[in-house]
């Protein structure tokens, strides 16, 4: 029999409608299953359990008159926690923000509160989410539920690490630069980056990557991570953009010209991950559309070489107009600051520029190709306690070796999915599903058919004891 907590989203709903589970008793169950995994991982860092609990049962009391607020109405999700929540801390997994209480939600956490969502509590993330895994010095590291020894990746790895281990069967992220896509992969999950835009956001943290970070939901199935975006997705008058992705809104053809990407430029790829991308970019095949293999024809040598600059100048003038998030910040980030201040005007004004060119050109190319494919990552998971692997495919690589596939995409502004492939060694595998501007609900429903033509998601993590010295380190 299925354990509540092992429900996706949709089917604890056709319980609840049914009568065969309430929500009550739904939340009891992931409450159960927080308490016996998270010491291991690490996921959630802060909770609302009498709040959750109240919610549940007003929940269950809205599904005995027939009169749920949303599809989602009683459903368990967690928040990242660079989302302010107005009776939850935001840290931002900062020292400074442990006490930080929002006046009010972010637009996405206030949508999915009023369509009766029940909040369970806050993930973890690292320290002003400018990092590809999740530690930071007040809440500790972040684990991979299919091997606690290993990162889920960042910095929505506590929202990613949570869902995979069954804790809650959806959750909230952000993707500044592949953060809800790479760890998605790294855990077995369905995670999407939206247009910007199609989200709206307000009441939100200061940004740190200019417009190029998004909402994103996450969840194990295509069919609740699409019920989770239409119920947190919608333009907003405090945040215009909002409305260019919603009058861009555009159907994808019935056969895509589809080209596969395997590596960008010379850049390393794991073996395992460039064999697995590339069979599942070969089940579109199986699906009707065409498939090619090549280069991306679009110049990102200017972005990814001044990447590393966006967020040290984003922390700079953080730290600068806010210094009371000064307070306690770690050494790394400290530096990172006083790398930032010391870029001149010129560099973030040549990558705004860049960013633009790079939308207008990617406009274009989307007139000649319906949809890119390529793998989510170059690396599989590291080591917990690391910031980065290292080397890849035997090729030392810096800081964002791992991360070459995604953050272009944000830069781009583009909707990008990432779908579960074959894995490999006991580990999950992402694709990355790249469509043009606005195509968000045509490549919600692509990653749909990619799921049912390539099987149900593969099973749960074991979770075995671990040896002392795993978990809140």
Not at 346 to 364: P, V
Not at 414 to 423: F, Q, W
Request: charged share 15%; proline share 9%; glycine share 12%.
């Amino acid at each position: 029999m299925t354990a509540p907590w092992q429900l996706g989203a949709t089917e604890m709903v056709a319980a609840f409608q049914a009568g065969t589970l309430t929500p009550l008793q739904a939340l009891q169950a992931c409450l159960a299953r927080i308490e016996t995994v998270n010491p291991a991982l690490n996921a959630f860092v802060a909770m609302r359990t009498d709040g959750a609990l109240a919610d549940a049962q007003a929940s269950t009391e809205r599904y005995a008159r027939s009169a749920p607020l949303s599809p989602l109405d009683g459903v368990p999700i967690g928040i990242k926690d660079n989302l302010p929540t107005s009776d939850l801390p935001t840290t931002w997994g900062s020292i400074a923000g442990h006490k930080y209480l929002a006046a009010q939600d972010e637009l996405a956490v206030a949508r999915a509160r009023t369509a009766g969502l029940v909040i369970v509590g806050k993930t973890n993330v690292p320290e002003f989410t400018l990092e590809g895994y999740t530690h930071n010095t007040l809440f500790g590291t972040t684990r991979n539920p299919w091997n606690p020894r290993l990162t889920p990746g960042g910095s929505s790895g506590g929202s990613v690490a949570a869902v995979a281990a069954g804790m809650v069967p959806l959750a909230l992220g952000t993707d500044g630069g592949g953060s809800t896509r790479r760890p998605a992969g790294y855990t077995g999950l369905v995670g999407f980056k939206p247009s910007i835009g199609a989200i709206a956001r307000e009441d939100n943290l200061p940004p740190l990557l200019l417009d190029f970070e998004v909402v994103g939901p996450i969840a194990r199935r295509m069919v609740d991570l699409q019920r989770l975006f239409e119920v947190v997705a919608g333009p907003h008058a405090a945040d215009p953009g909002s409305f260019a992705a919603l009058g861009a809104a555009r159907e994808m053809p019935k056969r895509l010209r589809v080209l596969y990407v395997a590596t960008l430029g010379e850049s390393p790829v794991d073996p395992a991950i460039a064999a697995a991308c590339e069979v599942g970019a070969r089940r579109l095949e199986a699906l009707g559309h065409s498939v090619s293999a090549g280069a991306l024809p679009l110049d990102l040598k200017t972005l990814i070489a001044t990447w590393p600059h966006i967020g040290q100048i984003g922390l700079a003038w953080l730290l600068a107009k806010y210094p009371r998030w000064r307070e306690g910040a770690g050494e790394r980030y400290l530096e990172m600051a006083s790398q930032g201040a010391a870029w001149p005007a010129t560099m973030l004004w040549q990558t705004m520029e860049t960013a633009e060119q790079l939308r207008r050109d990617a406009a274009h190319f989307f007139e000649r190709v319906d949809l890119i494919a390529m793998p989510s990552s170059a690396a599989m998971p590291w080591p917990a306690e690391e910031t980065h692997p290292p080397i890849i495919a035997g090729h030392a690589v810096g800081t964002r070796g791992h991360a070459i596939f995604t953050g272009w995409v944000n830069a781009a502004g583009l909707p990008a999915l990432n779908v579960p492939v074959e894995p490999a060694g006991g580990l999950p595998i992402g694709l990355q599903l790249i469509g043009p501007f606005g195509s968000d609900a045509a490549l919600l429903a692509l990653g749909e058919a990619f799921e049912t033509q390539g099987g149900l998601p593969w099973g749960w993590p074991s979770l075995l004891p671990e040896p002392t010295g795993v978990g809140r380190a």
